[in-house]
């Protein structure tokens, strides 16, 4: 038997205040407190010149960071943590910045004021719009702002589909988004072609990195929704990529149908996914995703791999794997269509 935790009034009272943390980090960002730090700039007097703030802002806004160690300290002068200088400086390559303005945007935070409504009634209900809905402009600000964050996991992924297959081959990338997980196939094979389905909005942002990749003459865009536009395989591969948790089960069970109907004979799919273990509390990052699916979508779930293993399976496919991801909390789910 574990042993019990004390009681702790300390965990109450943290849980409390935790939009602070989610504040304070978002005003660094947007007063770019993170490039001065790594220019030098290291006094209050300095630091509230370069972010034209009030000294005594950028005192307790800097004394914050350092308590939830964001950034560090050292007498009255500030710098980066080895935290903040990899992934918040924009200098760095694995900034993530952009991702703070994403995640906490206004209009992705407002259905948490509803949560005990949607709890209660298990309805998406904020007077909102449901992040699934069609032609949402949330999509754009994602694909403009979480490609930094998804960046690490292109490689791991491209790298499982292809197990160095340089043959020719079509591959569909469903809700592509940014594209970089389609891209970044097309790189490693040169004889891949990549056909990118999301909503012509988004899509203009994935064909600018195609072109940026220099994999252009081989990505192709097809605008629309992915539940109504023909696929029109086959393909060898078809990638899901941050897609499935938004749905039920059953209507995972659809499109997979529907992309198997797609796919050439023992063709594989690769889902990109949160997939916490069927404890549904570990690893905490994977399951408490849960919740923003409770909070943003009508019936989205981070479902676990026995979810996963039923899905595909019911669609018609075979050999269902899960692979980690090293350094993230992501899982690839792994599966091949039926001859």
Known sequence: MPVPEPPNPGLVFETMNAFQRTAALRAAVELDLFSALGEGCSSVADLAGRCQATPRGIRILCDFLTIIRIIE???????HSP?????????????????VRFVNDVKLMAPFDHLTEIVRSGLFSSGGRATVEPENPVWVEFARSMAPMMAPLVRPLGTLVLNGDRAAMRVLDVAAGHGLFGIE????????EIVALDWPAVLEIARANAQGAGVESRYRLKPGNAF???????????LLTNFLHHFSRETC??????????????????ALEFVPNPDRITPP????FAMTMLATTE?????????????????GFKEIELHDVPASPH??????WQD
């Open 331 to 336: 899982r690839i789910v792994k599966a091949r």
């Open 83 to 99: 935290t903040s200088a990899a992934f918040l400086d924009p200098k760095s390559p694995a900034c993530v910045a952009s991702t």
């Open 299 to 315: 019936e989205g779930d981070a479902h676990t791999f026995p979810d996963y293993q039923w899905m595909f399976s019911e669609a």
């Open 185 to 192: 196939v097309a790189r490693l094979n040169p004889r891949a």
């Open 253 to 270: 069970i659809a499109l997979l149908r529907k992309c198997g109907k797609a796919m050439v004979p023992g063709g594989l799919v690769a």
């Open 228 to 238: 109504a536009v023909e696929f029109d395989g086959p393909y060898e591969i078809i």
């Open 73 to 79: 300290k050292d007498g009255e002068l500030y710098r």
């Open 285 to 288: 990052q994977a399951a408490s």
